[in-house]
């Protein structure tokens, strides 16, 4: 019996760059399929040519035994595919439900929108989602994570035979990830099949049934999941086993850089107060809605409104534009890369080289070669694929995207730096390598944060651990000390105070 979908030997290039090369996958009807690979292995661009976004240059898509083109995205949606993509695609300037029914309105038939019966359908859907946001809400005051919920509710709206998920879940918190699990497994009951693409391993083998593991745009392997175990996928994907120990020992500080001492703001952090030593790794986790984000945004002067007090190096300061936090030696990754974080139409190295162009600067010239060898050393380093450097950053595959990015910024000259989620959709080999560089950063005697979603990541780097619970810090632990288990508890909110 033939699958229910086989792509079979696609090839596609790029500027006469090989990216695919005579790649076959197979998905069968209620399976979740996972789509594994390096940073740039060729995973979006696959999933971009069953979506319809690009053409192959040779192969076939066969769907239920007939033989389809995928000449546009539409095409690929009226064959009941429905997909998620890495880079949020959602229009801030427009309400949630708009955003769902973009394209797709509900129309009675004079023409009139049915705006509170999409309104309804709305809140039914994100009710399922377990996310709590009223339809009429514009996007653009939502967080990240509630973004990506949306793309994933626009997914399920369509009743979509086949569902692809290009890391759905990189902004997402841990429960929310099994709320979408729970759904997903719903959805293959019914039949429905997804193609799952995530950098998240554990994930992978919770929730997929068969893998296909790509490498350099070759298939280089693809099983049922409980075959395999996860030390040896990752062999496949980056040709080596990468280690799970802790990267930081504990060791004797530098004097106090940042203390933050009853900070507050009203409807996001509450009486916030911690201190950061240099050459010390701070995390700070919790779940969406936690206020991370928004405290350390506050810091760095993007939000004017809060009480309390923020001393650097002993000194008050007042913070009230990022200029200011950069002056007095803070430096801030965001967690939003296409919002906040790269120029589109910059190419790689002007984007790597962004915040710190004093470093290449000489007599007010760039020093062009200079750039270069920076950008050659973390090329080499974080396994950076750039077809050219000097193309714009938005043809990078998005985790070498967010290398240039993490690598801009371990050139920066901060003395406190933080990280907001600095491994989003990065690959488990360059994980580590980053991690690494960010512990170098601290035993050079910066200060560091790290702020993320994944307890047990943020475990194996930091010193210290604060966990948020809706605006306040629920617990604290020595890095080595706390457990995941312990740590959900308190981000839940079902265990406070310590
Ligand atoms: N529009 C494009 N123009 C030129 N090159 C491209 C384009 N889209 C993708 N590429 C290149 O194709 C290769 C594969 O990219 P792709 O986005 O498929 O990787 P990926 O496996 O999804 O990686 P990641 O895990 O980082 O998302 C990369 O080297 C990328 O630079
Ligand atoms: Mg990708």
Same mark, same amino acid.
């Given at each position: 019996?033939?699958?229910?979908?086989?792509?079979?030997?696609?090839?596609?290039?790029?500027?006469?760059? /090989?990216?695919?090369?005579?790649?076959?996958?197979?998905?069968?009807?209620?399976?979740?399929?996972?789509?594994?690979?390096?940073?740039?292995?060729?995973?979006?661009?696959?999933?971009?040519?069953?979506?319809?976004?690009?053409?192959?240059?040779?192969?076939?898509?066969?769907?239920?035994?007939?033989?389809?083109?995928?000449?546009?995205?539409?095409?690929?949606?009226?064959?009941?595919?429905?997909?998620?993509?890495?880079?949020?695609?959602?229009?801030?300037?427009?309400?949630?439900?708009?955003?769902?029914?973009?394209?797709?309105?509900?129309?009675?038939?004079?023409?009139?929108?049915?705006?509170?019966?999409?309104? !309804?359908?709305?809140?039914?859907?994100?009710?399922?989602?377990?996310?709590?946001?009223?339809?009429? =809400?514009?996007?653009?005051?939502?967080?990240?994570?509630?973004?990506?919920?949306?793309?994933?509710?626009?997914?399920?709206?369509?009743?979509?035979?086949?569902?692809?998920?290009?890391? /759905?879940?990189?902004?997402?918190?841990?429960?929310?990830?099994?709320?979408?699990?729970?759904?997903?497994?719903?959805?293959?009951? =019914?039949?429905?099949?997804?193609?799952?693409?995530?950098?998240?391993?554990?994930?992978?083998?919770?929730?997929?049934? =068969?893998?296909?593991?790509?490498?350099?745009?070759?298939?280089?392997?693809?099983?049922?999941?409980?075959?395999?175990?996860?030390?040896?996928?990752?062999?496949?994907?980056?040709?080596?086993?990468?280690?799970?120990?802790?990267?930081?020992?504990?060791?004797?500080?530098? /004097?106090?850089?940042?203390?933050?001492?009853?900070?507050?703001?009203?409807?996001?952090?509450?009486?916030?107060?911690?201190?950061?030593?240099?050459?010390?790794?701070?995390?700070?986790?919790?779940?969406?809605?936690?206020?991370?984000?928004?405290?350390?945004?506050?810091?760095?002067?993007?939000?004017?409104?809060?009480?309390?007090?923020?001393?650097?190096?002993?000194? !008050?300061?007042?913070?009230?534009?990022?200029?200011?936090?950069?002056?007095? %030696?803070?430096?801030?990754?965001?967690?939003?890369?296409?919002?906040?974080?790269?120029?589109?139409?910059?190419?790689?190295?002007?984007?790597?080289?962004?915040?710190?162009?004093?470093?290449?600067?000489?007599?007010?010239?760039?020093?062009?070669?200079?750039?270069?060898?920076?950008?050659?050393?973390?090329?080499?380093?974080?396994?950076?694929?750039?077809?050219?450097?000097?193309?714009?950053?938005?043809?990078?595959? %998005?985790?070498?995207?967010?290398?240039?990015?993490?690598?801009?910024?371990?050139?920066?000259?901060?003395?406190?730096?933080?990280?907001?989620? /600095?491994?989003?959709?990065?690959?488990? %080999?360059?994980?580590?390598?980053?991690?690494?560089?960010?512990?170098?950063?601290?035993?050079?005697?910066?200060?560091?944060?790290?702020?993320?979603?994944?307890?047990?990541?943020?475990?194996?780097?930091?010193?210290?651990?604060?966990?948020?619970?809706?605006?306040?810090?629920?617990?604290?632990?020595?890095?080595?000390?706390?457990?995941?288990?312990?740590?959900?508890?308190?981000?839940?909110?079902?265990?406070?105070?310590?």
């Amino acid at each position: 019996m033939s699958s229910f979908l086989s792509m079979k030997n696609i090839s596609k290039s790029f500027n006469h760059v /090989p990216v695919l090369k005579n790649v076959s996958i197979n998905v069968e009807h209620g399976e979740i399929h996972a789509l594994l690979g390096e940073n740039g292995a060729g995973k979006s661009t696959l999933m971009n040519i069953l979506g319809g976004v690009h053409q192959p240059d040779e192969g076939a898509i066969v769907l239920n035994g007939q033989t389809v083109e995928m000449t546009t995205p539409r095409t690929s949606q009226s064959y009941g595919i429905s997909f998620i993509h890495q880079e949020l695609n959602v229009i801030s300037d427009l309400r949630v439900y708009e955003n769902l029914f973009l394209g797709n309105e509900l129309k009675n038939r004079f023409g009139f929108v049915k705006v509170e019966e999409m309104c !309804d359908k709305t809140s039914d859907i994100l009710a399922e989602l377990g996310v709590d946001i009223h339809p009429k =809400t514009y996007v653009r005051h939502l967080d990240t994570s509630y973004k990506q919920m949306l793309e994933i509710a626009k997914a399920l709206l369509h009743n979509s035979r086949l569902i692809i998920m290009d890391e /759905p879940t990189t902004a997402l918190a841990e429960h929310e990830v099994h709320r979408l699990f729970a759904l997903m497994k719903n959805l293959k009951q =019914t039949g429905v099949s997804i193609i799952y693409i995530s950098h998240k391993l554990k994930e992978i083998q919770e929730v997929c049934d =068969t893998y296909t593991v790509l490498r350099d745009g070759h298939v280089v392997g693809s099983n049922r999941m409980k075959d395999e175990n996860l030390d040896e996928i990752t062999k496949l994907m980056v040709g080596k086993s990468v280690s799970e120990d802790r990267l930081t020992e504990s060791h004797s500080f530098g /004097p106090v850089a940042l203390e933050v001492k009853h900070l507050t703001s009203e409807g996001f952090f509450k009486d916030i107060n911690f201190t950061v030593r240099k050459g010390e790794i701070v995390g700070f986790t919790g779940l969406a809605g936690d206020g991370r984000t928004e405290l350390f945004e506050s810091l760095f002067g993007f939000r004017k409104k809060y009480n309390g007090q923020i001393k650097i190096f002993a000194q !008050d300061v007042n913070i009230n534009h990022p200029k200011q936090a950069l002056k007095a %030696g803070m430096g801030l990754v965001p967690k939003d890369r296409k919002e906040n974080a790269i120029i589109k139409d910059l190419n790689v190295i002007q984007n790597m080289s962004l915040s710190s162009l004093a470093h290449f600067e000489k007599a007010g010239l760039i020093k062009g070669r200079a750039e270069r060898e920076k950008f050659n050393f973390y090329e080499q380093k974080l396994n950076i694929k750039v077809p050219n450097p000097k193309t714009t950053i938005d043809k990078l595959s %998005g985790g070498n995207q967010q290398k240039v990015v993490i690598a801009k910024w371990l050139e920066v000259n901060a003395d406190i730096i933080i990280f907001d989620n /600095p491994t989003q959709g990065i690959d488990v %080999g360059a994980r580590r390598e980053i991690y690494q560089h960010i512990v170098a950063l601290a035993d050079k005697g910066k200060a560091v944060i790290i702020l993320s979603s994944e307890a047990s990541e943020i475990r194996k780097v930091c010193h210290t651990i604060h966990v948020m619970y809706q605006g306040e810090v629920t617990a604290q632990f020595a890095g080595e000390e706390a457990t995941d288990d312990e740590i959900m508890s308190y981000a839940t909110g079902s265990k406070r105070g310590r």
